[in-house]
């Protein structure tokens, strides 16, 4: 006679008990923390609505209508663009603008790099010596050209005593066609620096010592340290301040403003002294709106562009 087999109760996992829903005190902190957070960036928003997208938008306007203070504007069409075409100082003043971007990337991107590699070796008095790097930085823009017009001076600038003290030929400095524009590079490379400098600082002091000590074990002198495993470990920080520089070199201003005043020959006009001539000068606000979206869509193009192949070239 088979018996039959008896079935036992499968096990099943116990049910986890539901969460106690939240206390209506705790509930109603959350929300005004919430509420306070986004009151924050409300505000952060409206700031940058009121002072830079609202005068972005309002200057692409303006760059199609025939506007003087005190007068209704008129819609004028492409006739701004047209215009500002046919200056004969919109060549020169970006053929000064681009030189100047180019010798800026020649001169003042290598040495903040170089002066970062140089404090990050250094074993004493780090401090002091990254204060001094940044210390320009801190100078207002205007009192530092007018520092360096000073030192410029062809008669008794500092420039030309010191190269009198060592039985050198002086120079013209800004007031040569031929110097005027490397003058002022220098001057936009020593008051712009400190800030560059202390972000490759922070960049080498995130590379692992290990690297370097693998490079030495196998034979690598300074410079192949540096070109292996420096600048591959550094290369987004570079990448992005090299982008920047160049956006911020494009809209040079204060240097041909307060040192050279665009001369001599119109050698220092760039474009953004060019729009600053146009509004307060000529009183032409329609002409400098349509330059300044000019100058808004080439370094937006050349950002888009940037990035892209900058981007492509990490992924593959």
């Not at 990337?105 to 780090?126: D, S, T």
């Not at 062809?154 to 039985?167: D, I, K």
């Not at 192949?224 to 301040?241: D, E, G, K, S």
């Not at 146009?278 to 950002?303: H, I, K, R, T, W």
Request: aromatic share 12%; proline share 7%.
């Amino acid at each position: 006679m088979t018996k039959t087999a008896e079935r036992r109760p499968v096990a099943h996992p116990p049910v986890p008990p539901l969460p106690a829903p939240a206390p209506a005190g705790r509930r109603r902190r959350r929300l005004a923390d919430q509420a306070r957070a986004y009151g924050f960036l409300l505000g952060g928003l409206l700031c940058f609505a009121l002072f830079s997208w609202y005068p972005a938008i309002r200057a692409v306007v303006i760059s199609f209508q025939k506007y003087t203070p005190g007068s209704p504007p008129e819609w004028a069409g492409t006739a701004n663009f047209t215009r500002v075409l046919h200056d004969p100082e919109f060549a020169d003043a970006w053929r000064n603008t681009l030189v100047f971007t180019l010798l800026a990337l020649l001169i003042g991107f290598a040495i903040p790099f170089v002066l970062a590699l140089v404090l990050n070796e250094l074993r004493h008095a780090k401090a002091f010596f990254r204060v001094v790097v940044y210390l320009p930085v801190m100078i207002p823009p205007v009192v530092s050209a007018l520092l360096w017009k000073w030192f410029y001076d062809p008669g008794a600038g500092l420039a030309n005593e010191a190269l009198r003290l060592v039985h050198l030929p002086t120079s013209h400095w800004t007031n040569g066609t031929g110097t005027a524009l490397v003058s002022l590079v220098l001057v936009a490379t020593w008051a712009n620096m400190g800030g560059t400098v202390l972000v490759y600082l922070a960049a080498l002091q995130s590379i692992p010592g290990e690297l370097y000590e693998a490079a030495e074990l196998d034979g690598a002198s300074l410079l192949q340290r540096v070109r292996h495993v420096t600048v591959p470990q550094t290369r987004f920080v570079i990448l992005m301040l090299m982008l920047l520089q160049i956006i911020a070199t494009m809209q040079v201003f204060t240097e041909p403003f307060v040192i050279t005043g665009g001369g001599p020959e119109n050698s220092t006009v760039t474009v953004l002294y060019l729009i600053y001539k146009y509004a307060f000068l000529y009183n032409d606000f329609g002409g400098a709106c349509a330059l300044s979206v000019m100058l808004l869509v080439l370094l937006g193009a050349f950002s888009a562009l940037y990035l892209r192949l900058t981007r492509t070239e990490g992924d593959t």
